[in-house]
């Protein structure tokens, strides 16, 4: 009997991502856990469960509180031996507690976003931990932490294969070639650049525990972008005034897509912040990425900025605000 594969999921885009691999790797059966947080399930996430469900044998999406013990529910509907395990959140918890219970031939990793790009991030070391904590994982059998993961994976495969990162040897991943246009001077219909209409688009990114210091921050931001829309996060729970929002089940990237082939006499100026959504469609055609950097401490700190860093050598902008 064949052994499946099981990948396991924390976002949509890490589950679109697997969706890629699986469609990469088939006929090798695949078997998926999609793993949210209470405060993040929403449409977004089911609508990304449900088309990488369509590719698996068997599936599971459980819903989880922050900082509980493990519920026995994460591993009811799964199994106990596999080919491979893929995974991106080589920091979490929960993802250590599953691999923690399963035995497998292969573990591989693939992205998870920006904190992929910089060293410092949390997938990169083991974090500090309480004596109470130690305590908790040992009585949950966690075995691993982020760097036995990190070592364990055998290849990783990246949207960004210009970059180092969390394991190697990396392996390039491919999820909008096909359905943005192509480069300018391969399309006899293409449109000529100057006589392209500009559309401003803010990203959304909750930095903040409280929702008054975000709103505060983004309408900051939209003072001095005067952006023609705003594209929420999916975390968000605040409304941000002034300004016409885009609704969409669909991830940034997927929507982006889908714009690019609908409107082709558009140009789309991107401004974020450190969005992996931004980094993600910077190489698109007919789209231009902004990074706005405020003058405010947190954007001045090590993490903060080595991401604008890296922005520049990607040649995306950087603004201070």
């Not at 799964?78 to 035995?103: C, F, K, M």
Request: charged share 20%; glycine share 2%; proline share 7%.
């Amino acid at each position: 009997m064949t052994l499946p594969d099981l990948y396991i999921c924390l976002t949509p885009l890490q589950a679109l991502i697997a969706a890629q691999l699986i469609r990469q790797t088939q006929p090798q059966p695949s078997e998926l856990l999609m793993i949210c947080y209470a405060g993040a399930d929403n449409e977004k996430f089911r609508h990304y469960f449900r088309q990488t469900q369509a590719l698996c044998r068997r599936s599971d999406y459980t819903v989880i509180e922050h900082g509980r013990w493990m519920p026995p529910r994460l591993r009811r509907n799964i199994g106990r031996h596999y080919r491979t395990v893929r995974l991106a959140s080589v920091d979490n918890d929960a993802v250590q507690y599953v691999v923690s219970h399963l035995r497998f031939e292969r573990l591989e990793t693939f992205d998870d976003g920006t904190a992929n790009l910089y060293t410092d991030s949390i997938l990169y070391r083991n974090p500090p931990m309480s004596a109470f904590r130690k305590l908790r994982r040992a009585l949950q059998g966690i075995r691993y932490q982020t760097e036995d993961l990190r070592r364990l994976s055998q290849c990783h495969y990246t949207l960004y294969p210009e970059r180092p990162n969390i394991a190697a040897p990396t392996v390039p991943l491919a999820l909008w070639q096909d359905n943005t246009p192509r480069r300018a001077g391969t399309d006899i219909n293409e449109v000529n650049e100057s006589s392209l209409h500009p559309f401003k688009i803010l990203l959304g990114q909750p930095l903040f525990d409280r929702a008054e210091d975000n709103i505060a921050l983004f309408a900051r931001l939209q003072r001095h972008v005067r952006a023609d829309a705003y594209f929420p996060h999916p975390r968000e729970h605040y409304t941000l005034p002034d300004i016409a929002y885009l609704h969409s089940d669909l991830i940034f990237e997927d929507y982006l897509a889908q714009q690019l082939q609908k409107q082709p006499a558009r140009e789309f100026h991107i401004y974020h912040l450190g969005s992996s959504a931004a980094f993600n469609v910077h190489a698109f055609d007919r789209v231009r990425v902004h990074a706005l950097r405020p003058e405010e401490p947190l954007f001045a700190n090590p993490t903060w900025t080595q991401l604008y860093h890296i922005q520049s050598q990607l040649n995306i902008p950087v603004e201070t605000v």
